[in-house]
C-alpha cells in the first residue's frame, strides 16, 4: 500500500477542468505501475455518469473506480492544482486538492479513506496541503498524521 509517498504527489499542476485533474491524479499512480491505463478512463467515466459525488469536503476531491477497473495495488496519489477547478459540486467547489484513490478491495479502499479522514479532519493540515511549495512540506504534514 503506498499512501501519498514522494513518488506520487504532485504540485503547482495546471489543468483545464476536473477530467484533467483525475487524469493528472491517475498519471501518477500509473507512473508507479499502482493502476493500469484502464482505471484513469474509468474514473472519469465514474465522474460523467455519476456527477461530483467524490468533491467530499470543500476544495477536496477523491476520485476513484471499483477495484476491478485495473487497480494493482492501494495507493493514493495527491494533486495540489495551481488554481482551484470546478468539479460542478454545489457546496465543496472549486477543488485545488485531488486525491487520487485506488483500492483492489473494499477493505483497501475503507483503510485508505480512514487514513485520508485522519489526515483531513484537521483544518490545519489541509491549509499546509494548499500552501505547500515543496514536498518536503506536504510529507511533513502527512509525517504528522502517521
Do not use: C, W
Amino acid at each position: 500500500m503506498k499512501f501519498l509517498e514522494e513518488t506520487i504527489i504532485q504540485l503547482n499542476v495546471e489543468v483545464n477542468d476536473a477530467e484533467e485533474a483525475i487524469d493528472a491524479a491517475g498519471q501518477l499512480l500509473l507512473k508507479d505501475q499502482l493502476i493500469q491505463p484502464s482505471y484513469i478512463e474509468a474514473m472519469k467515466q465514474a465522474y460523467k455518469k455519476n456527477g461530483p459525488y467524490f468533491v467530499l469536503a470543500p476544495q477536496i476531491a477523491i476520485p476513484h473506480a471499483r477495484p476491478e477497473d485495473g487497480v494493482n495495488e492501494a495507493a493514493v496519489s495527491l494533486v495540489q492544482l495551481k488554481e482551484p477547478i470546478s468539479f460542478g459540486h454545489a457546496i465543496n467547489d472549486p477543488v485545488r486538492l485531488v486525491f487520487g484513490l485506488g483500492a483492489a478491495s473494499s477493505a483497501e479502499h475503507l483503510s485508505l479513506l480512514r487514513k485520508l479522514t485522519s489526515l483531513l479532519n484537521d483544518p490545519q493540515n489541509i491549509e499546509q496541503l494548499l500552501q505547500a511549495t515543496t514536498i518536503d512540506e506536504i510529507q511533513k504534514t502527512i509525517g504528522m498524521e502517521r
